[in-house]
T-cell receptor
Framework: GDSVTQMEGPVTLSEEAFLTINCTYTATGYPSLFWYVQYPGEGLQLLLKATKADDKGSNKGFEATYRKETTSFHLEKGSVQVSDSAVYFC???????????FGGGTRLMVKP | NAGVTQTPKFQVLKTGQSMTLQCAQDMNHNSMYWYRQDPGMGLRLIYYSASEGTTDKGEVPNGYNVSRLNKREFSLRLESAAPSQTSVYFCASMRDETYEQYFGPGTRLTVT
């Protein structure tokens, strides 16, 4: 079945460091891909998305590129801030279905 | 525009007690979802509703029932709570045009 694999956390960085959170997927078709962010004590919020190969999603300084050849959708940010500390979830939606498959989440901690 | 609201925010139950978690959305979305989030497990889908009057099982439906009362409201019922149901429960709705899911703030449930 469809699945999403994320790097294990926690990821601990200093402020202004470069961030990469790896996400790879397994799917029989060509899914739409999403990154969601969960701040402490809150629900998930959509961060960015990409719907076809080579699309780049971006928001709030975060970027991710849909790579069909490597079945990946890695999240990057050039300079993280303390306020970026959160749990990040990669997810996919396949075909005409209306369900998302989520990865296990990666906790990011940014220290001043 | 409140988005997705959930009540209660916190609940403690004894084993065997029953309760209903309430969810409502004001975005006129057709699809609604109930997830549970356990430490290190990411999000797991309990039940979903693709439209008013329909419900379907997700990955972990045992021990739960749902009701799609109308287009706005989707409730989750625990008939006889068990300690294994201690978790954080999230309700979500999906925007049909973009397949983006919007999450409520969650209900933290403890079963003793």
């Amino acid at each position: 079945g469809d699945s999403v694999t994320q790097m294990e956390g926690p990821v601990t960085l200093s402020e202004e460091a470069f961030l990469t959170i790896n996400c790879t997927y397994t799917a029989t078709g060509y899914p739409s891909l999403f990154w969601y962010v969960q701040y402490p004590g809150e629900g998930l919020q959509l961060l960015l998305k990409a719907t076809k190969a080579d699309d780049k999603g971006s928001n709030k300084g975060f970027e991710a590129t849909y790579r069909k050849e490597t079945t990946s959708f890695h999240l990057e940010k050039g300079s993280v801030q303390v306020s970026d500390s959160a749990v990040y979830f990669c997810a996919l939606r396949l075909g005409a279905g209306n369900m998302l498959t989520f990865g296990g989440g990666t906790r990011l901690m940014v220290k001043p | 525009n409140a988005g997705v609201t959930q009540t209660p925010k916190f609940q403690v139950l004894k084993t065997g007690q029953s309760m209903t978690l309430q969810c409502a959305q004001d975005m006129n979305h057709n699809s609604m979802y109930w997830y549970r989030q356990d430490p290190g497990m990411g999000l797991r889908l309990i039940y979903y509703s693709a439209s008013e009057g329909t419900t379907d099982k997700g990955e972990v439906p045992n021990g739960y029932n749902v009701s799609r009362l109308n287009k706005r409201e989707f409730s989750l019922r625990l008939e006889s709570a068990a300690p294994s149901q201690t978790s954080v429960y999230f309700c979500a709705s999906m925007r049909d045009e973009t397949y983006e899911q919007y999450f409520g703030p969650g209900t933290r449930l403890t079963v003793t």
